[in-house]
Structures are given as C-alpha cells and as structure tokens.
C-alpha cells in the first residue's frame, strides 16, 4: 500500500459521537485525500490536501473536517457522526508536479449505528 | 459537472479470454487517465496509466485512449479467475485531484 496506513481499520459507533480517522504515510507526498466508498456510488473525494495546513473541499465534504499539521499525517473528523456517514474511507497519497496518479491506503470501515 | 462513466457489468468472460473494458469521459481537458483495480474487500490498485492518444502495454494489460472520441479502454488478454475484481476509472483534468467512474465489475469464470 505504498507506505500508507490507516487507524483504526474498523471503527462501531454511535449516532451523535465525534470520530477521527487517521492516515499516515512515509512517502514524503504532498498531495493526500480523504475518499468514501459506498455501493452505487463508487469513491467520492470528502476533502484534500496539498501541503501542510493547506486542504480543500471534495464533492462530500459536508459534516465533515480534516487536518494537516505533518506532511505524514491526514485526519479525518466526523464532528457528529451519523447513520448516512456509514462507509468505508480509503486515504490516498500523490506527489506533486503530476500526473497525480494515486495510490492508495488500505481503508476504514467505518459503521454509525 | 466532470463525469466519469463505466458499464457496472459483471462482464463475464471464459478464461483465457480478452477482456475489454470501457470508460467515457466528458471533460475534454482531462490529461492523465488511470486504472485501478479492485478486490472485494480491498483497496484499489493502480494497475495502468496512459497520457497520449494510442495504446500502452504493460504484460497482459493494454490501455488505449482516444481524446478525439473521450474514450479509454483497458484489454486483458489471457484473462485469470484472478482477474476477477472491479475495475475503476479515473482522470485528471489538471488539477491534483482525480474523478472515478464508478468500476465495471469482471468475473472470470474457469
């Protein structure tokens, strides 16, 4: 997974709760997103970064947030997490001066009950 | 609206058969076209890239694109079970972000 992790790999909460997902690489990339997953609709862009403390809005970023204060480390928060945020979030890092293929971390399952 | 279309299948094809497998795009500025593939249960994998008009092999992958006709195909010759996976799309318009088309699941059968 081109020295992606992410933590946790499966995550059960609770409707209202704030949850954080972490993604961490090695690979000193600029670039690195936050997808989702969900059956008929394929990976959706929630937010990205291009540098640290530099992000940017996807196509799904309502409820939620992310941060960037290491080049190393993009995190994901659900401020208040809801049944509809139930999914799995894959993380994906690129290097800068294109042609910004991705590579991906191995996903978090994520279930809001 | 940048879109990214691919039939969602299942294609099924006998073993060592060629698949073939399509993706129309509708931003005529995109740049960089890329293949992922993706097991149940996994994350995607990118298998291919392409940038100019024409075809790129790479074992038994071959990705042709047609900028004039917004089109971009992956073939696999020689098709395994183990080939047997969802494939996905995606493009880049130039910017540092990609759009996925939603994947063509392919079932190879023994």
């Known amino acids: 997974d081109a020295g992606i992790t992410q933590s946790p790999r499966h995550k059960v909460t609770e409707t209202g709760t704030p949850v954080t997902l972490r993604c961490h690489q090695t690979e000193n990339h600029r670039y690195m997103y936050w997808y989702r997953q969900d059956p008929g609709h394929g990976l959706r862009l929630i937010h990205y970064?291009?540098?640290?403390?530099?992000?940017d809005k996807g196509e799904v970023s309502d409820g939620y947030s992310v941060s960037r204060s290491k080049t190393e480390d993009f995190l994901l928060t659900l401020e208040s997490a809801t049944s509809s945020q139930t999914s799995v979030y894959f993380c994906?890092?690129?290097?800068?001066?294109?042609?910004?293929?991705?590579?991906f971390g191995p996903g978090t399952r994520l279930t809001v009950l | 609206q940048k879109e990214v279309e691919q039939n969602s299948g299942p294609l099924s094809v006998p073993e060592g058969a060629i698949a073939s497998l399509n993706c129309t795009y509708s931003?005529?500025?995109?740049?960089?076209f890329f293949w992922y593939r993706q097991y149940s249960g996994k994350s995607p994998e990118l298998i291919m890239s392409?940038?100019?008009?024409g075809d790129k092999e790479d074992g038994r992958f071959t990705a042709q694109l047609n900028k004039a006709s917004q089109y971009v195909s992956l073939l696999i010759r020689d098709s395994q079970p183990s080939d047997s996976a969802t494939y996905l799309c995606a493009v880049n318009i130039g910017y540092s972000t990609l759009t996925f088309g939603k994947g063509t699941m392919l079932l190879v059968s023994p």
């Open positions: 994906a890092i690129s290097d800068e001066g294109g042609p910004y293929e991705q590579f």
């Open positions: 392409i940038y100019s008009n």
């Open positions: 931003d005529r500025g995109s740049q960089s």
């Open positions: 970064s291009y540098g640290v403390k530099d992000t």
